[in-house]
């Protein structure tokens, strides 16, 4: 620490900020300071667009008005049918916003914001984790994109490790262990389930760990009064579409959400894999431009976003079309091939990074 910063304590704390961010994000900050030099007009699209809180009741009113067309069928198939192809893309769209908000692009206020939170909770039920991903999203993966240690979005390196080991001793029995994973991610619920005994097969199976317990991820949290809130707030959403529109409803929210959240929600997953490499620290995060960008508010523009945090998704586009020389790292493969190439290769890792690689000796006991 140097004298100036020794005599300037907030100089100090912004420039250890600074060093604490990884070499992805320097990156991002790196093409902000060319795109700003070569179009400085761009500041003009800084700012929240309260607007986009009207979108809210929208989605929730077409969410439950589907719930209630399944409710007057009263068929267990047609129930999964539009949970899988309308649910989970309600759901994934109403993610979009969580996004949002999450930047405080909606609302900068507390209050405000509060509400536009407790709105999608209404249409999500998540029962209080749109908050742990706000948290985790902002203070974990936008900060320390590509740091295994420290990004949440990459797979834990021993869990995926055990994975391979298993595959690379019986890659038939991979094959029907991945069959066996997809077949309960396609029921409700079935996530919770496979993601519970998944883990506990790969360490009998192999005798490797499946959890990297040294890595501990920093991101902030919510509180506690912050949690019981949106949980009381997913209870009454349970209640009110079971009671008031009735069970095959429930069924639907709650085999979209399953679905929206597990292996079998194509689209969100796709959208994952589509986003990062991993380790790629001079192109390290691509857009995906088309169509599906009007029903997800423009998530697909992810490097507009991550260059240009604080500009709303209605301007991302802006962003494109002002500055190709900076925004030309276009994802060319749909999320759907994205998901079945993922699926097709018994999971492969979300993320590649330096850490997957390490010596087999490294990798602890069991
Ligand atoms: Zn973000």
């Given at each position: 620490?140097?004298?100036?910063?020794?005599?300037n304590?907030r100089?100090?704390?912004?420039?250890m900020?600074?060093?604490?961010?990884?070499?992805?994000?320097?990156?991002?900050?790196?093409?902000?300071?060319?795109?700003?030099?070569?179009?400085?007009?761009?500041?003009?699209?800084?700012?929240?667009?309260?607007?986009?809180?009207?979108?809210?009741?929208?989605?929730?009113?077409?969410?439950?008005?589907?719930?209630?067309?399944?409710?007057?069928?009263?068929?267990?198939?047609?129930?999964?049918?539009?949970?899988?192809?309308?649910?989970?893309?309600?759901?994934?769209?109403?993610?979009?916003?969580?996004?949002?908000?999450?930047?405080?692009?909606?609302?900068?206020a507390?209050?405000?914001?509060?509400?536009?939170?407790?709105?999608?909770?209404?249409?999500?039920?998540?029962?209080?984790?749109?908050?742990?991903?706000?948290?985790?999203?902002?203070?974990?993966?936008?900060?320390?994109?590509?740091?295994y240690?420290?990004?949440?979005?990459?797979?834990?390196?021993?869990?995926?490790?055990?994975?391979?080991?298993?595959?690379?001793?019986?890659?038939?029995?991979?094959?029907?262990?991945?069959?066996?994973?997809?077949?309960?991610?396609?029921l409700?619920?079935?996530?919770?389930?496979?993601?519970?005994?998944?883990?506990?097969?790969?360490?009998?199976?192999?005798?490797?760990?499946?959890?990297?317990?040294?890595?501990?991820?920093?991101?902030?949290?919510p509180?506690?009064?912050?949690?019981?809130?949106?949980?009381?707030?997913?209870?009454?959403?349970?209640?009110?579409?079971?009671?008031?529109?009735?069970?095959?409803a429930?069924?639907?929210?709650?085999?979209?959400?399953?679905?929206?959240?597990?292996?079998?929600?194509?689209?969100?997953?796709?959208?994952?894999?589509?986003?990062?490499?991993?380790?790629?620290?001079?192109?390290?995060?691509?857009?995906?431009?088309?169509?599906?960008?009007?029903?997800?508010f423009?998530?697909?523009?992810?490097?507009?976003?991550?260059?240009?945090?604080n500009v709303?998704?209605?301007?991302?586009?802006?962003?494109?079309?002002?500055?190709?020389?900076?925004?030309?790292?276009?994802?060319k493969?749909?999320?759907?091939?994205?998901?079945?190439?993922?699926?097709?290769?018994?999971?492969?890792?979300?993320?590649?990074?330096?850490?997957q690689?390490?010596?087999?000796?490294?990798?602890?006991?069991?």
């Amino acid at each position: 620490m140097n004298e100036t910063t020794f005599g300037n304590p907030r100089l100090g704390a912004q420039r250890m900020k600074r060093a604490a961010r990884s070499v992805q994000s320097e990156q991002h900050a790196k093409m902000r300071g060319q795109a700003l030099a070569r179009h400085p007009e761009l500041i003009l699209l800084f700012g929240n667009n309260p607007w986009t809180a009207l979108a809210i009741p929208v989605l929730l009113v077409i969410h439950w008005g589907v719930a209630a067309l399944v409710q007057n069928q009263a068929n267990l198939l047609l129930t999964f049918v539009a949970a899988f192809f309308l649910g989970q893309l309600l759901i994934h769209a109403a993610g979009g916003l969580v996004h949002e908000t999450a930047h405080r692009m909606i609302f900068r206020a507390q209050w405000p914001k509060r509400l536009c939170d407790l709105g999608l909770e209404m249409v999500l039920g998540s029962f209080s984790k749109q908050l742990t991903y706000q948290h985790e999203h902002l203070s974990s993966h936008h900060r320390h994109q590509g740091d295994y240690q420290r990004d949440y979005e990459h797979e834990d390196r021993f869990a995926l490790a055990a994975r391979h080991a298993y595959k690379n001793q019986h890659p038939f029995r991979q094959r029907l262990v991945t069959l066996v994973i997809l077949a309960l991610h396609c029921l409700p619920f079935g996530f919770v389930v496979s993601d519970c005994l998944a883990p506990r097969f790969y360490r009998a199976a192999t005798g490797l760990p499946v959890k990297d317990t040294d890595r501990l991820i920093p991101s902030s949290h919510p509180t506690t009064h912050e949690r019981l809130m949106f949980i009381a707030v997913s209870l009454l959403t349970n209640v009110l579409l079971f009671w008031f529109i009735g069970i095959w409803a429930w069924l639907y929210h709650n085999w979209a959400l399953s679905l929206f959240l597990g292996k079998m929600g194509v689209m969100n997953l796709g959208q994952s894999l589509s986003e990062h490499d991993g380790d790629n620290e001079t192109v390290p995060t691509r857009s995906t431009y088309g169509p599906i960008n009007w029903f997800l508010f423009n998530t697909g523009y992810h490097l507009e976003h991550h260059v240009f945090i604080n500009v709303p998704w209605n301007q991302l586009p802006v962003l494109t079309r002002v500055a190709p020389e900076v925004f030309c790292h276009a994802n060319k493969i749909n999320y759907v091939r994205h998901w079945w190439a993922h699926v097709a290769a018994d999971f492969s890792a979300s993320r590649k990074n330096s850490w997957q690689n390490k010596p087999s000796e490294t990798v602890k006991p069991g």
